[in-house]
């Protein structure tokens, strides 16, 4: 079992920045993969970025060149450091684990709400 726990949404004004993290515990030995999805209300969750065990990043186009995802091992942490927000970015963001076997955790989802 993976546990995730997000932390870092809330309400910011557009063009604004938020960094979103999270923190993973449990058999994280195995991790293959973590991400950032978000879903808004009436759409599908999508996929915002991802970074690989080795560094290779994914990013969404709506994102590319405004967010960027990084790691840090030491803390078992992944971080989405979100700039130029726009009213289009709001929604519940959920942070991803994907390890070796393919399985995938999630967390409990953080609101980010960007409006003036």
């Known amino acids: 079992q993976v546990q995730l726990v997000e932390s870092g949404g809330g309400l910011v004004q557009p063009g604004g920045s938020l960094r979103l993290s999270c923190a993973a515990s449990g058999s994280i030995a195995s991790f293959r993969a973590m991400g950032w999805y978000r879903q808004a209300p009436g759409k599908q969750r999508e996929l915002v970025a991802s970074?690989?065990?080795?560094?290779?990043?994914n990013y969404a186009d709506s994102v590319k060149g405004r967010f960027t995802i990084s790691r840090d091992f030491a803390k078992n942490a992944v971080y989405l450091q979100m700039n130029s927000l726009k009213p289009e970015d709001t929604a519940v963001y959920y942070c991803n684990f994907r390890n070796s076997a393919g399985f995938e955790y999630w967390g409990q989802g953080t609101q980010v709400t960007v409006s003036s």
């Open positions: 970074i690989t065990r080795v560094g290779n990043t």
